[in-house]
């Protein structure tokens, strides 16, 4: 298990960002308004893990699956997708959102939080929200880990240095990301703007699952996402 071997600092979830004033919540259905690339500018996570989640997840499967039927079938889904011209992004999504450039993106709620600090700093006339699809999603955890051989002692000292209350809550405020100690995550959501509550206010679904370290779905996905990729 994660806690016993590390010491978590941030955590969040996978969803989708759009644009109220453009895209239509009749379309909010699942995953699956990725398929929608013909009506809407839309942006796909240059990521292989995160991208078959969704495809995965729109078709009932686990995210863990080791069922190769399972991974083509998410395969296909990620090809009829792709075939929709949509684009790829990582970290330019942060500029390209608030600019307008897409209708919806794929990324991560700390990514929304920045985007939403960023109109509202810059007073930017756009209305985007945050949705996460009922279908499920990915539930991560960032954590410190001591290697082997480190400095124990400064190692211990580092840790709980980040974990003091203040020190999360600054962290979380200037990341965009939610902090896993309630004292401090209560106090940045008391704080933020209401357009940004939703980030860091997350709730795990009934369907939502964290990715669990296995060298055969790891490489099925890798493999999968490189098909997609070059096909």
Known sequence: DLLDYGVPYFWGNFGIMYNEDIVSEADLTGWDIMKKADKYKISLYDSSRDSMLMAL???????N???????????????????????????????DMPNGKYDLAALYSGDAAYIMSIIIEEKIDINLKYYVPNEGTNIWVDAMVIPKGANQELAYQFINFILREEISYQNSIEMGYASPLATSLSRVVNEVPALMKPMYELRVGPN????????????????????????
């Open 65 to 95: 699956t080791e069922d190769e039927s399972e991974i083509d079938a998410a395969i296909n889904w990620l090809l009829e997708v792709k075939n929709k011209k949509l684009s790829f992004a990582t970290d330019e999504i942060l500029d």
């Open 208 to 231: 939502d699952e964290i990715f669990r370290y296995s060298p055969k779905n790891k490489q099925l996905i890798d493999n999968a996402w490189l098909l997609v990729r070059t096909n």
């Open 57 to 63: 997840k729109n078709l009932g499967f686990s995210v």
